[in-house]
């Protein structure tokens, strides 16, 4: 799980987000997308898969109800099989669950601000650069953000 868990999401940011022109449209500078919600639903199917009995005994208090899938395909019984699917399908509706919650807070939330301020900058603006806007270059390459001597 712990060498899932960290190599899915950076291929997913290194390899998937470059290649992918509808990720390209995306402004994810902090790689969100990859570290939460990509390590995020991993980490909920891969717990599904692979969470152990008696392990699921001290959060739910009940002996060999709940198990992952792959415990429950090795125990063999049919009652096993039928725990490990449940889980599975606990952990599906959990993950449901997050991503439609962060889509209508984050919707809320956005039509909240930009009832006070633009959440979008004018094309003007746009093409003036982080330097007029913000009084700072992004990702001053040139040492350690000193201004170049042709800016503003």
């Known amino acids: 799980m712990g060498l899932l868990s960290g190599s899915i999401p950076w ?26 919600a990509i390590a995020g639903t991993l980490g909920g199917l891969l717990t599904g898969l692979f969470s152990e009995p008696h392990l699921c005994e001290l959060f739910y208090g009940y002996t060999n109800k709940y198990m992952g899938l792959f415990p429950g395909l090795h125990r063999g019984s049919s009652q096993s099989i039928r725990y ?9 509706l959990g993950i449901l669950f997050v991503i ?13 601000v930009q009832l006070i301020v633009p959440l979008r900058m004018s094309d003007e603006d746009m093409e003036i650069g982080d330097e007029a806007a913000h009084g700072e270059e992004a990702y001053a390459i040139w040492g350690q953000g000193e201004r170049l001597e042709n800016s503003r």
């Open 11 to 36: 291929f997913t940011m290194m390899v998937v987000h470059k290649k992918s022109e509808l990720l390209q449209k995306v402004d994810d500078t902090m790689a969100v997308l990859h570290t939460h």
């Open 84 to 92: 490990g699917v449940r889980q599975m399908g606990v952990q599906i």
């Open 100 to 112: 439609v919650l962060n889509i209508v807070m984050t919707s809320l939330v956005c039509l909240f």
